[in-house]
């Protein structure tokens, strides 16, 4: 067999053609989305007043196995995909492994993450349908810059609500965004019912993704031709995710190459289940064996350490509620952690894969994962995200086993972006003052209790 480069690219002719819906090949699907009052599932018309109804159809469909790509998002990719499966040959010599490591990068577009793969399929819908725009938050700010970049090209308005502190915190994110054409309001923000609310119940806050989710859908749901999209945690978002899975897998494929283990870090979930989707569904299917670590913060452990019930996604309570791994929607993680993966909830599918034994899941510490982060930023050259950096310090801990046990693993891992708007949080960590946090069991009871009771 031919020696394997540092980088394997596809030919634009080998890219994929539709998206791999995982859904199809569980034997138990993940339990629908239902009425936050009613407590009913949602069907299609019910939830075609928040999300464009393709998307809708997409959200709904448990059974088609492959989902074709339109061709103006297949041109889109190909402005910033395939992106490159790199072998890790000179993180594998610092660490003087024998597992051999790859990693599929998503850092390679202006957004700086995968999120565009999401963003473009969503904005394309919004227009097909008629639309006028669409409404979102953002967290950290990489799904709202990658929206406004597919907003823009399509040429769809777009309001993004950034989590306050974030807002304050990464004022380059809100001028990408801006520079895009999106609209950037701080959130809770006075502009909406539940934004004042908020203010009112919790003067002084800075903030939290699921108090912008609520925003950002009543904006949606109040406004004449405009829709809500969201970058995560949907399984629609998965199935869009799951162009680099796709990607990796036919990479590998044409190297002979076949993974043992397979990382990646969990906020919602979308960039991990898109990873391990074709891979998951042969394991499903009874194909082939894998093993899956889903890699989340300790200080917002919704795997590891959160309820497999039904709870609601945002904070003010408006959107579709999700049986899902969840903290709680009023969880926010301490205001010390700077790591990204902040959400309280998890996609359903990866929760029910979970849940049925599929997947593992570990909780990592930020200083750990900022060692893990800059050991890679200095041995590889690209300077990670945060949020990547979760999977980097497990794939690391899993590499370092080998040099234990002399086995000589195939480790694949999802780099899915850059840290360059996380200088804070590196300048903390190069400073010697960022410190840990784990929540209590006292903190998250206090949390589980405000999770509804749902008979369903
Ligand atoms: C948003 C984001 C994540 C986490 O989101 P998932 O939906 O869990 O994938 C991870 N890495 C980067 C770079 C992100 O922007």
Known sequence: ??????????????????????????????????????????????????????????????????????????????????????????????????????????????????????????????KAQGLKGVTTETGA?????????????????????????????????????????ASVTPSPSDTTNVGRQILADFPGTTGSLGCAISEAVEAATSTEGYRYVLGSVLSQVLLHQSIVGLESKAAMDKYGIKPDLIIGCA???????????????????????????????????????GKFVYDFCDTGNVCPMAKMYTLGSRFIPSPNHAGGLRYHGMSSILSQLY?????????????????????????????????????????MDEALKCKETGEEKTILFGLTGTGYFDMVAYEQYNNGTMTDYIPTDEELEKSFAQIPEVDA
Not at 365 to 390: C, M, N, W, Y
């Open 355 to 395: 849940h049925d034994g599929y997947l593992k899941a570990r909780s990592v510490e930020q200083t750990a994962v900022f060692d893990a982060a800059t050991k890679f930023a200095r041995v590889e050259g690209i300077l990670p995200a945060p949020e990547s950096s979760h999977a980097i310090r497990v794939a």
């Open 1 to 126: 067999m031919s020696e394997i480069p540092y980088k394997i690219y596809l030919e634009e002719s080998e890219m994929p053609t539709a998206w791999y819906n995982v859904r199809a090949d569980m034997k138990n699907k993940p339990a629908p989305l239902i009425n936050p009052g009613t407590h009913q599932p949602m069907g299609f018309e019910e939830l075609r007043g928040v999300f464009c109804d393709e998307l809708v159809r997409q959200e709904l469909n448990n059974t088609d196995r492959y989902i074709e790509i339109p061709e103006e998002i297949r041109n889109f990719y190909k402005m910033y995909r395939p992106s490159p499966l790199v072998r890790a040959y000179c993180l594998e010599k610092a660490l003087d492994t024998p597992a051999k490591i790859y990693y599929k990068f998503e850092g390679n577009n202006t957004s700086g993450s995968h999120k565009l793969n999401s963003a473009i399929a969503q904005a394309y819908y919004a």
């Open 141 to 181: 700010g990489q799904w709202g810059t990658a929206l406004s970049m597919a907003c823009a090209y399509l040429g769809l308005d777009c309001k993004v609500y950034m989590v306050k502190v974030s807002y304050e915190q990464k004022p380059f994110r809100r001028e990408v965004m801006r520079t895009y054409g």
């Open 267 to 305: 906020g919602g979930g979308s960039n991990l289940g898109g990873l391990i989707s074709p891979f998951m569904g042969e394991m499903l299917r009874g194909e082939q064996e894998y093993e899956f670590i889903a890699v989340e913060p300790a200080s917002c452990p919704s795997l590891t350490r």
